[in-house]
């Protein structure tokens, strides 16, 4: 064979075997699932219900988890190379709207109705969080609802037996928290997000969720009175030393290590900080209990906040009718509900899940959103991403120096709608 | 005879070739053609849109924020670990006792993933209980000292520098002894006994004849700088909002965070012609030195 010719015979070969060898050896039958559930806890569990899953089917699950922070661009670069897996867990909201509005998300009408989850999903959560440009996507796993989670121990030592239930009972008591030399409220804005639902509630609570909304889609702006006076409200706690020092060099689980060790009082955060509690030995209403986020002005109608989080299946995928059985059974079915609420410290969106099973302070979580006028995703899934990373940034300015709302708000503004417009 | 050997030196080359190929050079080539885009990173649908990117980076503060910081970066990657691993250097080839065991304690942090460095400067940081925090307060007096240096915008850039920084040195302490060992013993024991002291024969004869070495610890030094990211990914994240936002960093944010991957590309242009035109520096400079030493 002349030199020339073994070489091409060569790089043949490389390019035949190349793809066989970069290509998955996965069973043609599995349904290839990709979920951010990479927690001790989650990951065990999740395990376990793909696994009963595939005994009651004989539909294999091949299981991809990738942690919370690498999910987020990690699904994206799949979705861009056409690569997504057959079903993959996502939050409810402005992040499903983005990939939906990509093209790369089945319809699951046909079998939303044909397994009746109208019957079963949560009818708040089922409107909120599942339709998008008037047709059916999501299917919901579970959520959460933020609360002021706080030490009942160092409230009874201060000398407040009822909880905040105004603005003005809130500003009492982180008085009476700081003659005590009791830091009030924790915030551990490190990470940024966790500072964002003083931002939802404030203006929830003082605008409304009509004007939220406005603002979470561009329609309104930043600079605008609503807005501004949330600011000035979160200013005058802030102002007034209601926030443990340093909030943005600690993340969410220092502040609550801090609430739960008894340095601070209260922490807002979402109902997973029970989970979180849980897991280190705390006891749901004698260690920890929480409180509605307080009202603020009167006629405004009663929000929650809370990102609710769910299963997408992909348009091209391999394994459609396995991966919307498995995804229907993991929404309809009470006792994996169940089990997940209880490991994820979340609530269910599945009405036919028994309420004994959950701890009491879920119990009451479960009621206060049952309860609410009103369920919205919290900032960073309500506006779109490209816009949350504008104001995330925003609330972390903010905690590190809030002199100047007027400035800031007009930066914040700015750099919004240059957001919006792509 | 002559062509059978580069048949096989095509042959043998060609899977680094086809590596580098479609890790490195397609990736690149890639990338310049969607800084003409406003591609978002996923949507299959995407429009050219000229020079608008390169305008927009011009236009934009936040670039000229990660500009500085690069600049900031790359000057304390000149002093910072170059000074310190030099006088180390210097220090360790007098002989001291124990030098051997000193040479690997200097050394250490270079064997650490740049992760793991972030992580104990974290703590050292920690505004409570850190190691800095306690030393000041047990130094100055004062009670409760809590500055936290990585949350404030005025000093997180700078706590990453000097973790970073504390990494580099070892190398360059290494890459100098080598280029003492290097230096001919005789030409110093000729100006001992002349009588030239000690710190003249340092200026004069060891300095300059480290030329080659200086060279490779700053341009090593240089491009480490403008590959910082993951230190400063685990340490700060680029925040406080951006404070500590390098170009690296940048291009990360507004591809992967804001979904902007046609201006990340962009960014990721201008960051590659900085490096090119420091490559070309430093190729220049070694070319100087081979001609002077050949």
Not at chain 1, 117 to 138: E, P, Q
Not at chain 1, 174 to 185: E, F, R, Y
Not at chain 2, 75 to 85: H, I, K, Q, R, T
């Amino acid at each position: 064979m002349k030199p020339w010719h073994l070489m091409k015979a060569t790089l043949g070969a490389t390019a035949l075997v190349a793809p066989l060898m970069l290509g998955s050896a996965s069973a043609e039958d599995a349904v290839s699932v990709s979920h951010y559930f990479t927690g001790e806890l989650g990951q065990k569990g999740i395990t376990e219900i793909f696994t009963e899953f595939t005994d009651k089917t004989g539909i294999a699950v091949a299981d991809s988890p990738i942690g919370h922070e690498d999910f987020k661009t990690g699904i994206l670069v799949r979705a861009a190379g056409n690569s997504l897996p057959d079903v993959f867990s996502y939050w409810a909201g402005a992040r499903t709207q983005f990939v939906v509005d990509a093209g790369n998300i089945m319809d699951i009408g046909d079998m939303w109705s044909a397994d009746k989850l109208d019957d079963v999903v949560a009818k708040s959560v089922a409107d909120g969080a599942t339709l998008y440009n008037g047709k059916r996507y999501l299917v919901p796993f579970g959520y959460h609802y933020a609360g002021m989670f706080y030490n009942p121990k160092v409230m009874t030592d201060a000398g407040i037996t009822t909880m905040p239930k105004t603005w003005d009972d809130l500003l009492a008591a982180c008085k009476t928290l700081k003659d005590k030399g009791i830091d009030p409220i924790a915030l551990g804005s490190k990470n940024r997000w966790p500072a964002q639902f003083w931002f939802d509630y404030l203006l929830l609570r003082t605008a409304g969720p009509d004007y939220r909304a406005k603002l979470m889609s561009g329609a309104a702006s930043y600079t605008d009175a609503e807005v501004k006076k949330a600011m000035g409200l979160w200013k005058d706690l802030v102002d007034a030393g209601c926030f443990a020092a340093n909030s943005n060099a600690n993340d969410w689980t220092d502040a609550s290590d801090q609430v739960a060790r008894g340095d601070a009082a209260m922490t807002l955060m979402g109902t997973w900080i029970t989970g979180y509690w849980n897991g280190q030995g705390l006891q749901p209403g004698t260690d920890y209990d929480f409180f509605e986020f307080p009202m603020v002005a009167e006629g405004v109608p009663n929000a929650v906040v809370g990102p609710v989080d769910g299963w997408l299946i992909a348009a091209n995928a391999k394994n459609a009718e396995g991966a919307k059985k498995l995804v229907a059974w993991l929404a309809s079915d009470p006792a994996v509900q169940a089990k997940w609420a209880q490991i994820q410290g979340a609530l269910s969106a599945n009405v036919k899940v028994d309420a004994s099973t959950y701890t009491p302070v879920m119990r009451r979580a479960l009621k206060t959103v049952a309860d609410a006028d009103a369920f919205a995703f919290n900032y960073d899934l309500a506006t779109p991403p490209p816009v949350a990373e504008v104001g995330l940034n925003m609330f972390a300015e903010f905690m590190n120096d809030s002199s100047n709302i007027d400035a800031l708000m007009d930066k914040t503004q700015a750099a919004a709608a240059d957001a919006f417009k792509q | 005879m002559e062509q059978r050997e580069t048949f096989w030196r095509i042959v043998l080359l060609a899977p680094a070739l086809l590596v580098f190929g479609v890790f490195v050079v397609w990736p690149l080539l890639d990338s310049f053609r969607y800084s003409f885009t406003d591609w978002n990173g996923f949507d299959p649908n995407y429009n050219l849109v000229g020079l608008d990117n390169f305008a927009r980076i011009f236009r934009d503060p936040e670039f000229r924020n990660a500009i500085l910081n690069t600049a900031i970066w790359i000057v304390a990657a000149l002093l910072l670990p170059v000074l310190a691993g030099l006088g180390l250097a210097l220090l360790l080839n007098t002989g001291v006792r124990g030098s051997r065991v000193f040479k690997s304690i200097f050394y250490l942090p270079i064997c650490l993933a740049a992760v793991i460095v972030g992580q104990i400067w974290i703590w050292i940081y920690q505004p409570d209980w850190g190691l800095l925090n306690t030393a000041i307060e047990a130094v100055t007096g004062v009670r409760r000292f809590n500055f936290a240096w990585l949350a404030e915008p005025s000093s997180a850039l700078g706590a990453v520098i000097v973790a970073w920084a504390w990494q580099q040195t070892g190398l360059a302490m290494v890459i100098f002894l080598a280029g003492l060992t290097a230096i001919p013993s005789d030409l110093l024991e000729a100006a001992a006994i002349d009588g030239v002291p000690r710190w003249r024969q340092t200026l004069h004869i060891v300095l300059p004849m480290l030329r080659p070495a200086t060279v490779v610890v700053v341009a090593l030094s240089v491009i480490n700088a403008l590959k910082g990211f993951d230190i400063l990914y685990i340490m700060t994240g680029g925040g406080p909002f951006h404070s500590s936002n390098t170009l690296a960093f940048f291009m990360y944010e507004e591809s992967f965070k804001k979904y902007r991957m046609g201006y990340g590309s962009a960014i990721s242009v201008v960051l590659f012609l900085i490096a090119l035109s420091i490559i070309v520096i430093y190729f220049r400079q070694l070319r100087k030195l081979g001609e002077i030493y050949d």
